[in-house]
């Protein structure tokens, strides 16, 4: 029966972040972007159009990693990476996040130029919480395993990383889409709600319903591997829920019991 309270309460948790969420700016700016994007007549000389880009005030879409303004995107590159982030040969593809300008940008600036996994961690970890969404990063962390591996360190490089993924996910991880990950983004909240009901009702087992969180969660970490912050991610998790014991409480049997 306790077990049973703390799957309940877990789920309860996981919908009230994920109702927070719904009304996060950061996600509605990626859906707005979607939507720009998807309205716009690709017909002709008419193309959606890339906004300008600041360098002064966000310089990391000028690094060469990304190279925004230098080189900006077109309609093609994001309708190759909807479908696959990675690059070519393979590998991460820091220039794919030229298609969230300007979001990120402070956090995004500490992992991929800086490579200071501590400052990302810490500005992420407060613009989440501005935003109410500590609650839905820490059954993500815990889901998706971040909080088992020893693998990520300080010293992790990109190129680390890249070979984690491949241990971890295989191939997977170099095919998966920015659309894909858009996918996870926008049916999260449903997902959740409709797990809870059927917790309740009887129709599906706490371990079919890690299964599913499961299977979303490996989307959103496959999506980090493919766009170059798999490292940072993991050590964001590690550093600000894997050892809290507010999260562990609430979230950390979803760690061990998915994998």
Known sequence: QQQQQQQQSVLQGEVKAEAQESGDSTSQDLSDAASAEEEAEWDGEEEFQEPTINCTEHGVFCDPKTNCAANPITAADRAVWGKKLATKDGHANTRSWCMVYPLYANSLGKCIVDDDKTEYARIMYEDQAKSNLNAA??????VAGHCNSSDVTLSTTEQDAEKICDAKYGKRWK????DDFMGVVSRAQKTLRDGQQALRDGNKTWSELLKLARKEAEISAMTSCAMGIYQCDVFYCKNNYCNN????SQFGNMSWASH
């Open 245 to 248: 014991d507010l999260y562990r």
């Open 175 to 178: 095919n998966v889409g920015w």
């Open 137 to 142: 990063d820490a059954v993500y962390c815990f």
